[in-house]
T-cell receptor
């Protein structure tokens, strides 16, 4: 079982819609959760991080964490074609302080 | 504040050669991590250094090694290159181990 699982996609949404990206993790002891965006041919860039159960909002992005169900999600409101990228979920297990990355979900926002 | 820098950006080598990649973290960051990214395997963790000490290590053969200097700059070395080592090698820095990581632009290594 992988530490972090993501649906590889592609996830296609029309411009202006809400894109919902999901991630599950295997270790209940995980404490820190991150979302990165990676454009084709570029390196990952940090979008958001979340540590506590519930929602965290930053502009058009909302991260949601549910530790009981061991999943973390990223919602992108009013999706734009420029949001088309691969979104990577990352988790830190406190015992090891090591990042575990999912394989990423490819998002296509169609004009 | 300047971001993470990596040199060189592109590299072409032949099988059996060795290669050294360099990473300069964000000023003030003391932790440097290295990742290999390939289309088939995604981002795979190589190792992490903090204050010149290797703190974590991924599941890569001993041909992959690294080090960190007192100024937090880091190098990774791959010896006896194989075709399968062709990948994008990414360096990420963080203030402390376990903090959010910021990635450099990567070094694209092609092994012929």
């Amino acid at each position: 079982q992988k530490e972090v699982e993501q649906n590889s996609g592609p996830l296609s949404v029309p411009e202006g819609a809400i894109a919902s990206l999901n991630c599950t993790y295997s270790d209940r002891g995980s404490q820190s959760f991150f979302w990165y965006r990676q454009y084709s041919g570029k390196s990952p860039e940090l979008i958001m991080f979340i540590y506590s159960n519930g929602d965290k909002e930053d502009g058009r992005f909302t991260a949601q964490l549910n530790k009981a169900s061991q999943y973390v999600s990223l919602l992108i409101r009013d999706s734009q074609p420029s949001d088309s990228a691969t979104y990577l979920c990352a988790v830190i297990r406190d015992n090891f302080n090591k990042f575990y990355f999912g394989s990423g979900t490819k998002l296509n926002v169609k004009p | 504040k300047a971001g993470v820098t990596q040199t060189p950006r592109y590299l072409i080598k032949t099988r059996g050669q060795q290669v050294t990649l360099s990473c300069s973290p964000i000023s003030g960051h003391r932790s440097v991590s290295w990742y290999q990214q390939t289309p088939g395997q995604g981002l795979q963790f190589l190792f992490e250094y903090f204050s010149e000490t290797q703190r974590n290590k991924g599941n890569f053969p001993g041909r992959f090694s690294g080090r960190q200097f007192s100024n937090s700059r880091s190098e990774m070395n791959v010896s006896t290159l194989e075709l399968g080592d062709s990948a994008l090698y990414l360096c990420a820095s963080s203030s402390q181990v376990g903090d959010e990581q910021f990635f450099g632009p990567g070094t694209r290594l092609t092994v012929l």
